[in-house]
């Protein structure tokens, strides 16, 4: 589920500063969603210009998006290492003080198994983010990419550990979200998550789970666009 928040403005600042990050030569994880999708303009504009990169997309989105601005593609198999990916997020714990300070919620745009399989792979992994996304804990419903035919057996089994799932109904399609790998997502409330890496665990080992979209230890610096500027989280 996406968040509704968020100017425009911001996330433009803050994905223009991360694509500021990108070297000549480097091989750029290109997230998904509204505030990467800036990040992914800013670099076809540098391509235009002369950059040389390749770009690995983490969704059919960020693949049109990225060929639509002149980005050349590769794929993670074709490819020694990610240098740097960038990607959106739903929720940032920021909070210095706490121990899982820069762990995430993603998925509002199920693209989150495609997303960590790129994200984690990069040397450098930068958020970007507007206000509306930061908070002291992360609270939103995690997704969870379900093979189809083991929504139910996944459904009891988040219960069983505290969890709500509800199935991601699509908008102009009956029945549900399909995502780019052909399963589906239950979104799973479990009101403020006090341990985000033991869940995230947990959530590992449901069979018929694909992922989920607890990103716990992977972020390296959040980008913070706002109505005036950028704020930088490094962890
Ligand atoms: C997609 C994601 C997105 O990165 C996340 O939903 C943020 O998107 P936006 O920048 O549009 O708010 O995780 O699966």
């Known amino acids: 589920m996406k968040t509704a928040g968020g100017s425009e403005a911001a996330k433009r600042r803050a994905g223009e500063r991360a694509a500021e990050e990108v070297e000549d030569g480097f091989v750029v994880g290109l997230g998904t ?5 800036h990040a992914i303009r800013a670099l076809g504009r540098d391509v235009e210009a002369g950059l040389e990169i390749r770009g690995i997309p983490t969704s ?3 693949r049109q998006l990225a060929l639509e601005v002149g980005i050349p593609l590769t794929t993670l198999d074709a490819v020694d290492g990610v240098d740097l990916a960038i990607d959106g997020a739903d929720q940032v714990v920021d909070d210095p003080d706490a121990g899982d300070d820069g762990a995430l919620i993603k998925g509002g745009g199920a693209a989150h198994a495609r997303e960590k399989l790129v994200d984690a792979a990069a040397d ?10 930061l908070a002291g804990r992360l609270e939103r419903p995690v997704p969870v990419e379900v093979v189809p035919d083991a929504h139910t057996v996944v459904a009891d089994r988040i219960r069983a550990f505290g969890g709500e799932p509800t199935l991601r109904e699509a908008v102009e399609k009956d029945g549900p979200v399909v995502t780019d790998n052909g399963n589906i997502v239950l979104d799973c409330a479990f009101g403020a998550i006090e341990d985000p890496d033991g869940l995230a665990g947990s959530l590992s080992q449901i069979p018929g789970v694909l992922e989920h979209g607890l990103f716990v230890g992977l972020a390296d610096v959040t980008y913070v666009g706002s109505e005036d500027g950028v704020e930088r989280r490094v962890y």
């Open 33 to 37: 969603g509204s505030t990467t999708a």
């Open 60 to 62: 059919f989105q960020s």
């Open 124 to 133: 450098r992994f930068v958020v970007v983010a507007d206000p509306s996304k």
